[in-house]
């Protein structure tokens, strides 16, 4: 089956540095997004992998393990703005479709 | 309109009637995609085309319908609601290569009694 797993919550301090998980099982994988949404908003792009290895970009950024099934988001000098939900979301090349986890709600604290 | 757009922004409706959410974009993307969204669950595909012309069930079609006439316009149409409908709906766009992000309007909230 096709299955993707995320912490639901996480919580964390300003200016400290926090990982989110992702693991999948999906069929025809060919790459792993990483997105944003603030409450009540739309989900925003933030990144994405399709090889093995860490893609930084900025105060972010996400590594992929293709033959574990594994990728995380790392989040380094955290700030207020950054309480989001981080959704990840695996793409199936054979029919150009996400396959999204539930996402991972942050909570940053002073 | 620079992006993409829903519209209503919410809607109250009673169970039974018919409701078309309206979705266009502007940004010649091939792919257009329609999710609900429910607390604890994800993003859910409802229906998706991948070019002008073409549609295709996702993984809660039922009761939903859409048609893709034209690039630009993507309308979710719910035949006869019903309150397990009540969600969150986000459209979204995307150029249509491996790589290319998927764009999401911002939402319609969409309440059936």
């Known amino acids: 089956g096709q299955n993707i797993d995320q912490p639901t919550e996480m919580t964390a301090t300003e200016g400290a540095i926090v990982q989110i998980n992702c693991t999948y099982q999906?069929?025809?994988?060919?790459?792993l997004f990483w997105y944003q949404q603030h409450a009540g908003e739309a989900p925003t792009f933030l990144s994405y992998?399709?090889l093995d290895g860490l893609e930084e970009k900025g105060r972010f950024s996400s590594f992929l393990s293709r033959s574990k099934g594994y990728s995380y988001l790392l989040l380094k000098e955290l700030q207020m703005k950054d309480s989001a939900s981080y959704l990840c979301?695996?793409?199936?090349?054979?029919?150009?479709?996400?396959?999204w986890g539930a996402g991972t709600k942050l909570i940053i604290k002073p | 309109i620079a992006g993409i757009t829903q519209a209503p922004t919410s809607q109250i409706l009673a169970a039974g009637r018919r409701m078309t959410l309206r979705c266009t974009q502007d940004?010649?993307?091939?792919?257009m995609y329609w999710y609900r969204q429910d607390l604890g669950l994800g993003l859910r595909l409802i229906h998706y085309?991948?070019?002008?012309?073409?549609?295709g069930k996702g993984e809660v079609p039922d009761g939903y319908s859409v048609s893709r006439a034209n690039t630009d316009d993507f309308p979710l149409t719910l035949a006869s609601a019903v309150p397990s409908q009540t969600s969150v709906y986000f459209c979204a766009s995307r150029l249509g290569g491996d790589s290319d992000e998927q764009f999401f309007g911002p939402g319609t909230r969409l309440t059936v009694l």
């Open positions: 979301a695996a793409f199936q090349g054979s029919n150009y479709q996400l396959i």
């Open positions: 085309s991948n070019t002008a012309g073409t549609t």
């Open positions: 940004m010649r993307h091939n792919a």
């Open positions: 992998n399709v």
């Open positions: 999906t069929s025809g994988f060919n790459g």
